[in-house]
């Protein structure tokens, strides 16, 4: 709900499914007052007779001046950041595809609390320290879930390997590593969305419009890593850390809301960002996996007498060492080696294990040997 300070009276958002003006008669005085976010009430806002707006959105109040020209409404937040709707004939259409439709701001009636909501009956109090508690038991089942990558000080490489994510819905916005602030999205009714205002606060705290720095959008099925997750009063945030797209590595970070800024059970939590993101199974696991008892020995065949063993060869000069070089392809590595014990695919990068050591690739090439 917006915020009213101190208003003596309560009050309540009421959507209209259609606005009274027709799309030709559109002016500035007729969009005066209250709009209303269609699919989700709670994020409206005001546009006042004075050129000012207030808007919440995505948990975020933010306020500036507006104005409309033809039939887009543009919101000043600053002097250089700025956002549109377009007028389609009902409702302001935002560049997150939101509509925002009129709504009507009434009374509420007489006999309604001006207080704390109801409280029902058969509700009990929360025992003190419970929500202490639901945090540490989130924050445990986290940690044992999503073990976090470690990458070195400029970001730039990744030191410890975590748990890689696949992203299940589209339109996860990430930055390149160079941008200071990242972006940071929103997962709230199945959807992944930088809502009206939340581009508009990341270009303030950039200090220019977003759009100037380089930025992809990820979409369901892929993947990248998480380097860190906080829970915190409204929600969890996680941070991702992308493979590198064309030599560019992206960092970003989704919200998971908690509905009225109170914190469910954690079994709640875990299976909504689950819709959102999930683990990538251990490629390992078959090779970790406990072995089978060996089958019973064979019954011992008679013994026969030992046969002497054949002369010793003449001596031969040792073997030249295996030699492999950063930049060679896996074919020309596996000629050299022979086929790895193990294999790490992780994208653009893969690691293959041999006894005595690791060979990293990069993009197909050989790119370190640890």
């Not at 205002?197 to 990820?218: C, H, I, T, Y």
Request: hydrophobic share 35%.
């Amino acid at each position: 709900m917006f915020r009213y300070g101190s208003l003596a009276v309560a009050l309540c958002l009421l959507v209209t499914s259609s606005f009274s003006q027709s799309s030709s008669q559109i002016s500035s005085a007729s969009v005066v007052g209250f709009w209303s976010n269609a699919a989700n009430p709670n994020e409206h806002f005001e546009l006042r007779a004075d050129g000012q707006f207030s808007i919440d959105e995505n948990g975020k109040h933010l306020v500036g001046a507006w104005d409309l020209n033809g039939y887009t409404l543009t919101l000043h937040f600053s002097s250089s950041l700025v956002g549109k709707a377009q007028w389609d004939g009902q409702a302001f259409i935002d560049d997150q595809q939101k509509r925002w439709v009129r709504a009507t701001l009434t009374s509420a009636p007489p006999t309604q609390p001006l207080t704390s909501p109801p409280v029902s009956a058969s509700a009990t109090p929360a025992p003190q320290g419970q929500s202490g508690d639901q945090k540490a038991l989130l924050q445990e089942r986290l940690n044992s879930q999503f073990k976090l990558t470690k990458t070195t000080a400029d970001k730039n490489d990744i030191v410890t390997p975590g748990a890689v994510l696949v992203l299940q819905k589209d339109g996860l916005l990430m930055c390149s590593l160079d941008t200071p602030v990242p972006p940071t999205s929103n997962y709230k009714n199945g959807k992944i969305s930088m809502g009206f205002g939340s581009d508009l606060a990341w270009s303030m705290q950039l200090g220019r419009n977003s759009s100037e720095v380089p930025q992809r959008k990820f979409v369901a099925g892929e993947k990248f890593w998480v380097t860190a997750f906080t829970i915190q009063e409204d929600g969890v945030i996680f941070k991702f850390y992308s493979d590198p797209y064309q030599d560019v590595r992206y960092y970003g970070q989704l919200k998971f809301p908690f509905p009225k800024h109170v914190m469910p059970p954690a079994d709640q939590v875990l299976k909504t960002i689950a819709e959102a993101v999930t683990i990538q199974p251990d490629e390992n696991a078959a090779v970790n996996a406990p072995q089978q008892p060996p089958p019973p020995p064979a019954q011992p065949e008679p013994v026969m007498a030992p046969i002497p063993p054949p002369p010793p060869p003449p001596d031969a000069p040792p073997a030249a060492p295996k030699t492999i070089a950063k930049g060679e392809t896996k074919e020309q590595v596996v000629a050299i080696l022979g086929q790895p014990t193990k294999v790490v695919n992780l994208g653009a990068k893969e690691i293959d294990i041999y006894p005595d050591m690791k060979v990293i690739f990069v993009n197909k090439k050989v790119a370190d040997v640890q």
